[in-house]
């Protein structure tokens, strides 16, 4: 007997939509164009015969049909997934869903990941990246990884801690980093969009207060760092995720840090149960992660 349904792109592509509130980021995510993110909902809505969402301000939000269908869609897409995974687990290919933030992707753990497949060659870490996901529960992740325990302390129940975090002043060797930080004054302070009252907590930490004539303020920290490098500024950052410009001389940094302990968790997914690949997979980062990080360049 066939089925009475839409294609499952366009159930897809609806509970993107509905979840994110844009098409712009729902297109972004599942790796489509707006067009065609557009035409899917257009198609979607045609089969039912009714509107599912509703303009609000610059963006959309289900209506009330669109919300008993996002309760249905989200519960069979997920039981959708599970089953999958299970089955490629079944296979002997156990699946591992990770999500981080793209600095942190980029800069350590891609680099790093050969070492994990070195011992388990056939597994695979499927990355999915938040800057700053609020919630993991329905995007089909088995684990978030976070830097920022003290910035949102309501999502760390149930965290795993992986290590400690550093955090410090950097910049371009040029810049006389250490001679104006004693002075209380830098030039330009770099900062992130998403966590601008973490000078604040450096400044109580190390016990200076550094005013800045300007500020600049991006939307990532691999922008942030790129920023410092070019000589923009001075930028606050984990030193992990600048290991090799610390090394090669391409940022120096401050001597004064910020410690934060266990500041790196692993927030596992509330609807998902836990998997022992993702337990492997955790246990191999924690290793991973307390090795020596490079040798780093202090400042003049």
């Not at 529960?137 to 965290?159: I, K, N, Y």
């Not at 992990?240 to 266990?262: C, D, M, W, Y």
Request: glycine share 6%; proline share 5%; hydrophobic share 40%.
């Amino acid at each position: 007997m066939s089925r009475d349904l839409p294609p499952l792109s366009y159930l897809r592509a609806f509970e993107a939509t509905a979840r994110l509130g844009s098409m712009t980021r729902a297109a972004e995510e599942l790796g489509r164009t707006h067009g065609a993110i557009s035409k899917q909902l257009q198609l979607l809505q045609e089969h039912l015969g009714f509107r599912l969402f509703e303009k609000v301000g610059t963006g959309i939000r289900p209506n009330r049909y669109g919300e008993a269908l996002l309760t249905t869609v989200t519960d069979v897409l997920d039981r959708l997934e599970r089953g999958y995974k299970n089955v490629r687990n079944l296979a002997g290919e156990p699946n591992v869903h990770v999500a981080c933030s793209a600095t942190f992707a980029m800069r350590w753990l891609v680099p790093r990941l050969s070492e994990f497949y070195r011992q388990h060659p056939n597994w695979r870490i499927q990355l999915t990246m938040h800057a700053h996901s609020r919630s993991v529960q329905h995007d089909g992740v088995d684990v978030r990884l976070s830097w920022d325990r003290l910035s949102f302390p309501g999502e760390t129940v149930g965290a795993l801690p992986l290590a400690d975090v550093v955090f410090g002043l950097v910049s371009a060797p040029s810049y006389p980093l250490k001679a104006h930080v004693a002075r209380r004054k830098i030039s330009t302070r770099i900062s992130h969009d998403a966590t601008p009252d973490m000078w604040d907590r450096w400044q109580s930490a190390v016990g200076l207060k550094v005013a800045s004539e300007s500020e600049l303020s991006f939307p990532h920290t691999h922008l942030c760092i790129s920023a410092a490098a070019a000589g923009l500024g001075v930028a606050l950052v984990e030193h992990r995720l600048v290991s090799e410009e610390l090394a090669s001389g391409k940022l120096i940094a401050h001597p004064r840090t910020l410690r934060i302990a266990n500041g790196f968790l692993a927030i596992p997914n509330p609807g998902r149960e836990a998997s022992p690949a993702t337990a492997v997979f955790l246990s191999w980062l924690r290793e991973i992660l307390a090795q020596k990080s490079s040798t780093v360049v202090e400042s003049r």
